[in-house]
């Protein structure tokens, strides 16, 4: 599992596809439901299953971001 945590949502996205992980969900880490719409203007903040965790490519992996300047 890479390590994204810190990184823009959309290279976030794109490293995990880089790796053969395609199930992403995404989240609003203040909790407020909103949706991302720019990927670029957010930043990942957790990520699930943690960094070096081994998963499969049909683990689904959670995405929660914060959007830039919050």
């Known amino acids: 599992m890479p390590a994204v945590q810190g990184k823009d ?3 976030a996205q794109d490293t995990m ?4 992980l395609y199930l992403l969900d995404e989240e609003d ?6 949706m991302l ?3 670029r203007n957010w930043t ?3 990520q699930r299953p943690a960094a070096g965790a081994c998963v499969d490519a049909d ?3 959670l995405l929660r971001s ?3 300047g919050e």
């Open 29 to 34: 880490a203040t909790g407020q439901g909103r």
């Open 9 to 11: 949502h959309q290279l």
């Open 66 to 68: 914060r959007k830039d």
């Open 37 to 39: 719409i720019i990927d």
């Open 59 to 61: 683990t689904t992996i």
């Open 17 to 20: 596809q880089a790796a053969g």
């Open 44 to 46: 990942v903040v957790e």
